[in-house]
């Protein structure tokens, strides 16, 4: 008797053990402790990775991408650096491709940041800066401004493939910065439109599919007012060279952007932003769980909505108007950064930011080392977009957000 | 209890005694905006007297009953009258009898859109058709560059096939992507992605194309090549007929369908299948008109909210209104186009009606939300 009660006193304490053990993995594993040690290393990794697509990306386009010109030139490349660094620029390329790995850098993150909160905000793994209609709205001002108060120049283009001849000396702020002005308004303008008229015809309340239609109609129909604009340019006279700025306008350019002026104009309002968003991120988090819920722990639902679509939206215009149309970056990034970081976005959104700029530095390397450096938009929608759908078909199951 | 009774009876009678006048009324309309069309001069220059129109019809028929019967005395028969002639008559009238079926099956797959996913904003080119049309004559005309001048039955084909292709990919992607088998909506999503994929690959090699390519491209995209042959005639024909009869037939499942899913399943009706095979026939329908007429698309989401609000949303009542109203209303629009382009140059039927539609389109949504918050 006592000895079967002592086996079933050893097997209880064997069960007791073993559940301590269990039950103190699980709580560390919920108070995170290991996570926190994965996320920094993975921020950690990222941020060398970014660093190192920088520098890649600055080497690829300078020295074309040949072994032996690597070698050469990696001395010029250190001596330009230094240069740049005692502010000596010097005008062998170096300069303007540093600056500009750099926008292209701040332009990933800015797109894959406001994707991930437009998604979150909207609880919709559709949602991004491009289907709610900020990018091709911006690109309607675009044309307009290209249609309307730009000349026919045969020689110099407004957007082209040496990005240097749209600097204009001893010209005023506002008046160089004219096109990226109008851009800025009118995707402003199309995303407040969008959001009124899903607004209203959701009766008072702003549902994630209604939008999204609203969103995919107006697209539609600005597409096809470009489609007209440039059937109009074509009809009256084909050798315009508007029509092909107009077009690398709409297949994403970078060629526009190289100089510290245009680094610092990207980088303020964008770095801005993801502050204020980094800072939101507990709101945006609470938003997530469904707009009842989060009136009931007390936040101001659609003041919130309305400040996180605005910061969202003016990231994107920025990047819209200095760059053109990038689509899917948006909407594909913060997918992949859910895989990893989870869909806290306390986690979120430094691991989406990160993981956008090695993207679309990665792209636009594809895309230069293609010798075609106008077509970003091109490569990135179809990574991207195939991306989305593969994701879409083979992680319907095991989605980190319920939503997403 | 009796007094009840007797107030619906009333009610009833007066209801339908009013869809009947309504009904009378579109169909005056449709006459009259029948006869202004055939009146009006395809080049847009002006009117031809009703009685002169008339008389250049009945000519025109004799000229084909001539022409079947192997008559020659009848060709010499019909009079003509201000400056018209055989082909311009006979033009006028086909494109006049195109244009309204085009109209008409445009507004029925719109409302058949409306109602399978309840949502006022479902447009039947949602499904990717459109940039399916767009691709297929890209290819179209990087393949036989300025032969496809020419080239009708090779373009019907591609055109056709690429549409078809594109609904098969967004249909079996969103069956793979959606967690319940064949969920509409999110053969919606997966058709909002593959659209915005297709139409910037579209957009790129219109990017490298020659002049002459990029101009034919655009022309055949907004329908200004688009001749009316026998060939294109029958192939329209054959295709609405295809498409309109399971809608015909499903037209009872189709009020059903509009309730919730719960609703449907009580009263014994599968909704899934029927949703998909309905969009289908739906999508075909909105294929052939675009192809035919140029990207008229617009159309397809103005009219059902029109007739929504005259006939009530009783599909049965929708069916045979829809068809009415979508024929006024692009034949306006033609017309309207058609006196413009004398003045202006040429300006396509699709760019006039997405201009003028899709401002019209956003004031109804706001002002039924109006409506409905009133009563």
């Known amino acids: 008797m006592s000895d079967k009660q002592g086996k079933y006193n050893k097997l209880d304490q064997m069960i007791k053990v073993k559940a301590d053990s269990l039950y103190l993995k699980e709580e560390k594993r919920f108070i995170g402790y290991d996570e926190k040690k994965l996320l920094s290393t993975l921020f950690i990794v990222l941020l060398v990775t970014v660093l190192a697509s920088i520098f890649f990306t600055v080497n690829l386009v300078v020295i074309h991408f040949s072994p032996a010109g690597y070698i050469n030139e990696i001395h010029n490349y250190i001596e330009g650096f230094a240069h740049l660094l005692s502010g000596k620029g010097n005008e062998n390329g170096m300069n303007i491709m540093v600056c500009r790995s750099f926008i292209i850098a701040l332009v990933g993150a800015a797109l894959s940041v406001s994707g991930a909160v437009f998604q979150g905000v909207f609880r919709n793994p559709m949602a991004s800066p491009g289907t709610i209609g900020a990018q091709s709205g911006g690109i309607l001002a675009g044309a307009i401004y290209i249609l309307l108060f730009t000349e026919d120049n045969k020689t110099t283009q407004i957007f082209n493939g040496d990005g240097l001849s749209d600097y204009i000396g001893g010209l005023s702020l506002l008046d160089r910065y004219a096109r990226q002005a109008v851009i800025l308004l009118g995707a402003f303008m199309t995303v407040m439109f969008v959001v009124w008229i899903a607004r209203a015809a959701g009766r008072g309340k702003v549902s994630a599919l209604m939008l999204l239609m609203v969103g995919s109609v107006l697209s539609a129909f600005i597409q096809s007012l470009i489609t007209m604009i440039r059937y109009y340019m074509v009809m009256l006279d084909p050798t315009d060279s508007r029509i092909s700025s107009l077009q690398i306008f709409m297949m994403g350019s970078f060629n526009d952007s190289y100089s510290p002026e245009h680094l610092l104009l990207i980088a303020v309002p964008v770095g801005i932003c993801l502050i204020i968003l980094y800072r939101m991120r507990m709101k945006i988090n609470v938003l997530v769980f469904g707009e009842e819920e989060a009136k009931t722990m007390g936040i101001r639902v659609s003041l919130i909505q309305g400040v996180l679509i605005v910061l969202s939206t003016v990231m994107t215009a920025v990047t819209v108007s200095f760059c053109g149309q990038i689509g899917f970056i948006g909407m594909m990034v913060p997918h992949i950064a859910r895989l990893f970081s989870g869909p806290d976005y306390k986690n979120l959104i430094p691991v989406s930011a990160l993981l956008g700029s090695v993207f679309l530095l990665i792209i636009y390397d594809i895309s230069s080392m293609l010798n075609m450096a106008v077509y970003v938009n091109l490569y990135s929608s179809l990574i991207g977009g195939i991306f989305f759908l593969v994701f879409m078909i083979r992680s319907r199951r095991r989605r980190s957000a319920e939503w997403a | ?375």
């Not at chain 2, 009904?23 to 220059?45: A, K, P």
């Not at chain 2, 098969?168 to 997966?190: E, P, Q, S, T, Y």
């Open chain 2, 1 to 375: 209890m009796q007094s009840g009774l007797d107030l619906f009876h009333k009610n009833m009678i007066k209801d339908r005694r009013k869809t009947i006048v309504i009904f009378l009324v579109s169909l005056l309309i449709l006459v009259l905006v029948f006869g202004i069309s055939v009146c009006h001069r395809t080049d847009g220059t002006g009117f031809i007297s009703p009685e002169n129109a008339i008389k250049n019809i009945l000519s025109a028929i004799t000229h084909k009953l001539a022409g079947i019967t192997k008559n020659p005395a009848g060709y010499s028969m019909g009079e003509y009258s201000s400056y018209t002639d055989y082909q311009e008559t006979m033009d006028n009238l086909n494109s006049v009898f195109i244009t309204m079926a085009a109209g008409g099956i445009l507004a029925l797959s719109g409302a058949v859109y409306q109602n399978v996913f309840r949502n006022p904003l479902a447009a039947p080119t949602m499904l990717g058709v459109a940039s399916g049309i767009n691709a297929g004559l890209l290819l179209f005309v990087l393949h036989y560059s300025s032969a496809a001048l020419i080239m009708q039955k090779e373009r019907y084909l591609y055109t056709y096939s690429c549409a078809l292709g594109m609904l098969a990919l967004v249909l079996a992607a969103g069956k793979l992507a959606g967690k319940r088998k064949f969920a509409a909506n999110d053969m919606l999503l997966v058709g909002v992605v593959i659209t915005q994929l297709v139409s910037i690959v579209i957009t790129y090699f219109q990017f490298n194309m020659s002049l002459e390519n990029l101009e034919m491209f655009q022309n055949f995209s907004m329908g200004r090549l688009t001749s009316i042959t026998g060939m294109s005639r029958v192939i329209f024909v054959s295709i609405i007929v295809v498409g309109i009869i399971p809608i015909y037939l499903l037209r009872y499942s189709l009020n059903v369908i509009s309730f919730s899913d719960e609703d449907a399943y009580t009263m014994g009706i599968h909704t899934g299948i029927l949703r998909i095979v309905v969009l289908v026939f739906a999508t075909l329908l909105v294929t052939a008109s675009i192809i035919h007429c140029g990207s008229i698309g617009v159309i397809s989401m103005i009219v059902p909210y029109i007739t929504r609000y005259l006939y009530g949303s009783d599909f049965r009542k929708m069916f045979y209104s829809c068809f009415i109203m979508g024929a006024i209303m692009l034949l306006i629009c033609r017309d309207i186009t058609n006196a413009l382009s004398a003045v202006f140059g040429f300006i396509p039927v699709g760019i006039f009606v997405s201009l003028i539609g899709s401002p019209v389109f956003f004031c109804m949504l706001v002002n039924a939300r109006r409506v409905e918050n009133d009563t």
